[in-house]
């Protein structure tokens, strides 16, 4: 049995303003959508762009439902695909580090970034939204937001709550490891990522912006990691753009959670022992 979703990667690293990042983002997603993609994937806040300038940020901030989200859901009905992408979202005098997964039939997930990196908590209010999935007509979708990824219980999280793929618009950096890239190409953000889809049996979709620029040097190691710790796709290149469309088999993560004769890592957790709280329901 096979229920299979062609993925659209798009490793781009956002332009000079908020016009012109919305421009790019749409850009990148019809193409990826024209080559088969049913569900694509941005880089964290594309629009307006990764710079921690208060000021530049919330010149280009936007309400959930302001003329970015419009955007990327006239796309997304235009095309009948799904678009996983992060944007600098205000709420009152607040400003969050959002990410948003826009169906043809609107938002289907609405996500705040809950750990801030280095000086994002200096602008960014934390997350509020907790770690919702959504089930869609392409599968059961979870979001999280770059960092989120170095705290093991964000896709432990979501797995559990049934998600078959998690989507995750980054903005990678150097600073929490000395080493940027290995020897194959994967920044150390990646091969986390790899680690996680196989402990947790999830497929795990990353579009990083790649590159300098203004002041700071994006990683680029787009990847997409199966349940099994395979990757299909990646890592794309360090310093550059790169548009990738990978298929991917959504049944595979139950099949992963069987590993062999009495191996189930699902049934093998220790629940009697310890259990994840979310919202008040233990998992």
Same mark, same amino acid.
Request: net charge negative; charged share 20%; aromatic share 8%.
């Given at each position: ?8 990667? @798009? ?18 997603? /019809? ?11 941005? &880089? ?25 989200? /419009? ?15 992060? %944007? ?29 990196? @280095? ?6 209010? &934390? ?48 600073? %929490? ?10 920044? &150390? ?6 680690? /996680? ?14 590159? &300098? ?71």
């Amino acid at each position: 049995m096979s229920r299979e979703l062609t993925i659209g990667i @798009a490793q781009i690293t956002s332009a000079e303003d908020r016009a012109a990042s919305l421009e790019l983002s749409l850009e990148a997603a /019809q193409k990826l959508f024209s080559r088969g993609a049913r569900l694509v994937v941005l &880089p964290e806040l594309i629009v307006p762009g990764y710079r921690l300038e208060r000021e530049y940020l919330e010149a280009g901030a936007e309400p959930l439902d302001g003329p970015v989200t /419009q955007a990327w859901y006239d796309l997304a009905v235009d095309c009948n695909g799904y678009l996983a992408a992060g %944007f600098c979202e205000r709420d009152g005098e607040r400003l969050y580090n959002t990410a948003v997964l826009i169906s043809p039939e609107g938002i289907a997930l609405h996500y705040r970034k809950l750990h801030r990196f @280095a000086a994002e908590k200096e602008i960014f209010a &934390p997350g509020d939204l907790g770690l919702p999935v959504a089930h869609t007509e392409v599968g059961v979708i979870g979001l999280c937001v770059c960092y989120d990824l170095r705290f093991v219980e964000t896709v432990r999280i979501l797995a559990l709550q049934g998600a078959e793929l998690v989507c995750v618009p980054t903005a990678w950096l150097s600073g %929490f490891d000395r080493q940027r890239w290995d020897s194959e190409g994967y920044s &150390p953000q990646a091969r986390g990522a790899v680690l /996680q889809a196989n402990l947790d049996q999830v497929h795990i979709a990353c579009a990083s912006q790649a590159g &300098p620029s203004d002041g700071l040097h994006f990683l680029g190691s787009s990847v997409v990691c199966d349940p099994y710790g395979a990757v299909p796709l990646g890592p794309l290149p360090r310093d550059k753009s790169e548009l990738a469309v990978v298929p991917i088999d959504l049944d595979a993560v139950a099949r992963a959670h069987d590993r062999g004769a009495l191996i189930n890592p699902f049934e093998d957790r220790r629940s009697d022992v310890y259990g994840l709280s979310v919202a008040g329901t233990v998992l």
